[in-house]
T-cell receptor, first 111, second 113 residues
Framework: GENVEQHPSTLSVQEGDSAVIKCTYS??????FPWYKQELGKRPQLIID?????GEKKDQRIAVTLNKTAKHFSLHITETQPEDSAVYFC??????????FGKGTSLLVTP | DTAVSQTPKYLVTQMGNDKSIKCEQN?????MYWYKQDSKKFLKIMFS???????INETVPNRFSPKSPDKAHLNLHINSLELGDSAVYFC????????????FGQGTRLTVV
């Protein structure tokens, strides 16, 4: 099955700095790569996703890049704010199967 | 309107008991899932149903039995609860296509004492 590795497990940045989270996946059939944000005690919620026919996608302060050859994808958050503090999960999905998640990155943005 | 709702939100029970968690989605999705999130926050797929049929059953003890009466509902029944079953269980749903978002319920925090 699909195996998703995510790094780092914790990340602390100062407000205004950028944060980068990296993931690798194992199944070359995976074609969908979402990123979820989970605040304490809440459900995971999608913040951005990318499909295998695209190399980069941006939505305001958030961007995701995908390198299918190397089987890795990354989340970039610019101009971080304290409300960005949460656990972030990457995931990969081979077509027709469930999302397989990385182990999460706990991001702390300090004022 | 809640898209994916699960009940109860909290469940505290003794070892050996049997309990159920219910999940309903009003998004018209064909595919529903159960995920387990342990104390280290790892989200692990347990089951996946497509149009009431089981399509994924990860390595989960057979004390866990999902039931899908229709494509809008996926319930999880757990027999003979053990301490290690304590976790947050999330229901989710999506369209069957591989390239679409999964929507999560609010989670059920199960504590076995």
């Amino acid at each position: 099955g699909e195996n998703v590795e995510q790094h780092p497990s914790t990340l602390s940045v100062q407000e205004g700095d950028s944060a980068v989270i990296k993931c690798t996946y194992s199944d070359s059939a995976s074609n969908y790569f979402p990123w979820y944000k989970q605040e304490l005690g809440k459900r995971p919620q999608l913040i951005i996703d990318i499909r295998s026919n695209v190399g980069e996608k941006k939505d305001q302060r958030i961007a995701v890049t995908l390198n299918k050859t190397a089987k890795h994808f990354s989340l970039h958050i610019t101009e971080t704010q304290p409300e960005d503090s949460a656990v972030y999960f990457c995931a990969a999905r081979p077509s027709g199967y469930a999302l397989n998640f990385g182990k999460g990155t706990s991001l702390l943005v300090t004022p | 309107d809640t898209a994916v709702s699960q009940t109860p939100k909290y469940l505290v029970t003794q070892m050996g008991n049997d309990k159920s968690i219910k999940c309903e989605q009003n998004l018209g999705h064909d595919t529903m899932y159960w995920y387990k999130q342990d104390s280290k926050k790892f989200l692990k797929i347990m089951f996946s149903y497509n149009n009431k049929e089981l399509i994924i059953n990860e390595t989960v003890p057979n004390r866990f039995s999902p039931k899908s009466p229709d494509k809008a509902h996926l319930n999880l029944h757990i027999n003979s609860l053990e301490l290690g079953d304590s976790a947050v269980y999330f229901c989710a749903s999506s369209l069957p296509s591989g390239s679409t978002e999964a929507f999560f319920g609010q989670g059920t925090r199960l504590t076995v004492v």
